[in-house]
């Protein structure tokens, strides 16, 4: 069927397609672990958080 064939080609020239999709979730559970790593610290030892530790936080990158 050409039509389901080019919208194929058509999600996997715009980056949408599964397999993008996947990877964007994989990126999404590296950074939460990321987060979880960094700030458990700060939350369950009662280490005080400043603005030099804010701007350690992880940042997503979306790429």
């Given amino acids: 069927m050409p039509p389901v064939g080019i919208q194929a080609a058509l999600t996997r ?15 999404i559970r590296a950074f939460h672990c990321d987060l979880r790593r960094f700030y458990y610290g700060y939350l369950f030892t009662d280490r005080p958080f400043g603005a030099a530790d804010f701007a350690k936080a992880p940042r997503f990158d979306s790429r």
Avoid at 15 to 22: F, P, R
């Fill in 13 to 27: 020239l715009a980056g949408t397609d599964l397999h993008a999709q996947l990877a964007y979730r994989n990126r």
